[in-house]
Structure formats: structure tokens, C-alpha cells
């Protein structure tokens, strides 16, 4: 994956229903944005609260390519990878904020119950932290509370968005199916085989692997929305049927159902295509409110954050705790 997917993802984290991995002085000023021609005052986050989810994406990376990572140049001496890091963790922030803003415009908030499982995961991020841990991001728990009530809050957001998306994904619609294949270039081959298989009952797989001249005989199938014959027979076929012979292109083709509702392979597609509309859902959704709603942090510290030396810190764990006590 290269470095400019890797930021994408991250940044729409909070659109793809939030269960993907990311992630000092107490600065408590406000910054007045324009917005329509008139001034909203928002809120920016800490340094402490920015530094958990840095802290958390500093040693995800470490792990996994060691503090060699740091030392990445993207082509500019003041672009390298823990700048991307910083920067990401920045934009991902602003987006965490404008949820929150339009959460609280619809009302959305937290109930009794869920407002305890948030002090249950804050009380659990907290007592995993090392000394080292507590000195380089510089958080208490008040800082830790906030951000996984917001991230709470922008994930119940999201979920109001796309609760309806799975009732529109019809079972035919995703339905795959398993099929094996005999393709030849021979007419009359193609018709022997065909009375080999549906008069004389010889094993469809059998003949398959002696006389089909494709690549492969096993092929998954699903609905494309095309007039490939191929498919369309294919969706016709009961179970264990074989078809009659399918002229297509240079070939002739005989095709077997193996399995009708191939579970595993239905499943994956139907998530797939879930993501795919829950985003879509969310972005039309969200793209008028951000056009309204121009969030860009100020603070200065953003720019002094530096991942030279070594910090003695190794909390990553701040979405692992979230998505356990949550459920997700």
C-alpha cells in the first residue's frame, strides 16, 4: 500500500463506520473560523488529547517497521513520514470534530449506559499506561475521556447515517454461485461431451479435467448487472444442473452449478458492497455540512511535534479498547 492510500484510509477512518484501526501544555483557547460569512467559535483539541492518537500511530508504525520509519523521506526534507504521521493525525481530528458538530445539531448523544462504557474503556486505556507513556503524550484522564466520547459520539452519528443501507442490499442481488466449466473450440466435441455428461451421467468434473481447454475449471460467479450469457445461464441453473451448450466467442461451453448459494463468498461480497454504500451514504450525507463547515485546527503545536529519540512509550491500544468495550 503506498504512503498516499495509506493517508486516505486513515483520514476516512471515521466514514468507513469506524471499526478500522488507527489510532505538553493543556492549551484550552478557542479559534474563530469563518464560516458563511459569519464567525463560529470551535473548540480545537489539546496537545494532550492530539498526542494520544500520535503516540498511538507512532508506535503502531514503530512495531511494525521499526524507528527506521522516521527517517523516510516522501521527497522533501520537510516531508517525511513522521510529518505525513503528524498530519494525518491532524485532518483526522478536524473530521472527528465536524462529526461531533453535526452530531449535536441532530441531537445525538450519549446514553447513561453508554456514557459508563466510556469511562470503562477510558479507565482501562489509562491504568495500561507506563510512566514512559504518561510523559510523552502528557494526558490525564480527562483528556482520554474526551476523545473517546467523541469518537463515541461521531461512530453513533455514522451508524444513523448508514442503519438503513443493509435493508437496501437484496440476498439476489449479492448471491454468488460456484460453477465448473468445459469450454472447447470443437462444436462437435463440445456435443459429445455434452451427451457423455447428461445422457450417459458421466461425472461432470471428470470430463472437466480431460477435455476443457481453459485455464481453470472451478468459477465463481456473480451478478453483474450484464447480458454475459455465460451468467445469466449460470443463474438459471438449479443445483447440479448442467446446461445445454453456450456459443460464446470462438468457444463452445458447458456449465455445471456446483453450489447454488455459495455462503462464505455471498457474505464477503454483501460486506464489500456495504462498505461500499456506507461510504458513498456518508459522503452525500456530510460533503454539504463540510462545505459549510471549514474545519482547520490552528494551534501551533501541531507544527513542534517531533518523533526524534527514543520515548520509552509503547501504548498503541487506544482503538483496540474502544472496539472491545464497545463491541465492535
Known amino acids: 500500500m503506498n504512503l498516499k492510500k495509506k493517508r486516505k484510509n486513515f483520514i476516512l477512518k471515521m466514514t468507513a463506520v469506524l471499526t478500522a484501526v488507527l489510532a505538553s501544555a493543556f492549551l484550552s483557547s478557542c479559534k474563530g473560523l469563518e464560516l458563511e460569512n459569519k464567525t463560529e467559535i470551535v473548540e480545537e483539541y489539546t496537545e494532550p488529547q492530539a498526542m494520544i492518537l500520535v503516540a498511538n500511530e507512532r508506535n503502531r508504525y514503530e512495531n511494525i517497521y ?8 516522501l521527497g522533501d526534507e520537510n516531508t517525511g513520514f513522521d510529518k505525513l504521521t503528524v498530519q494525518n493525525v491532524k485532518q483526522f481530528m478536524e473530521e472527528l470534530k465536524l462529526l461531533c458538530m453535526l452530531a449535536e445539531e441532530r441531537g445525538i448523544t ?10 470503562q474503556a477510558t479507565d482501562e486505556y489509562m491504568n495500561g499506561l507506563t510512566e514512559a507513556d504518561i510523559a510523552y503524550i502528557g494526558c490525564d484522564r480527562t483528556d482520554v475521556q474526551k476523545l473517546y466520547t467523541d ?36 462444436l462437435k466435441k463440445a456435443k459429445a461431451i455434452l451427451k457423455r455428461v447428461k445422457i450417459d451421467g458421466v461425472n461432470f468434473n471428470s470430463m472437466a479435467s480431460r477435455y476443457t481447454e481453459t485455464d481453470t475449471i472451478d468459477r465463481i460467479i456473480m451478478r453483474t448487472g450484464s447480458d454475459d450469457l455465460l451468467e445469466k445461464t ?78 520509552g512509550s509503547t501504548a498503541e491500544n487506544f482503538f483496540d479498547i474502544y472496539n472491545e468495550v464497545m463491541g465492535r
Not at 450519549?110 to 469511562?119: F, G, K, L, V, Y
Not at 456459443?247 to 456495504?274: H, P, Q, S, W
Open 151 to 186: 469518537y463515541f459520539i461521531a461512530d453513533k452519528l455514522l451508524k444513523s447515517i448508514t442503519d438503513k443501507v443493509d435493508s437496501e442490499i437484496s440476498d439476489s442481488e449479492v448471491k454468488v454461485i460456484k460453477i465448473q466449466q468445459i469450454g472447447t473450440t470443437d
Open 66 to 73: 521499526s524507528d527506521k520509519i522516521w527517517e523516510v523521506s
Open 234 to 311: 449460470a443463474f438459471a441453473l438449479e443445483e447440479g444442473q448442467t446446461s445445454n451448450i453456450l456459443a460464446i466467442g470462438d468457444m463452445f461451453y458447458i456449465i455445471n452449478c456446483v453450489d447454488g448459494y455459495a455462503e462464505d463468498e455471498t457474505f464477503a461480497r454483501k460486506e464489500r458492497l456495504k462498505k461500499a454504500l456506507n461510504n458513498d451514504t456518508v459522503m452525500k450525507e456530510l460533503e454539504p455540512y463540510r462545505k459549510e463547515h471549514n474545519i482547520i485546527f490552528v494551534e501551533r503545536f501541531w507544527n513542534d511535534l517531533e518523533f526524534s529519540g527514543a520515548t
Open 110 to 119: 450519549a446514553t447513561s449506559q453508554e456514557r459508563d462504557m466510556i469511562r
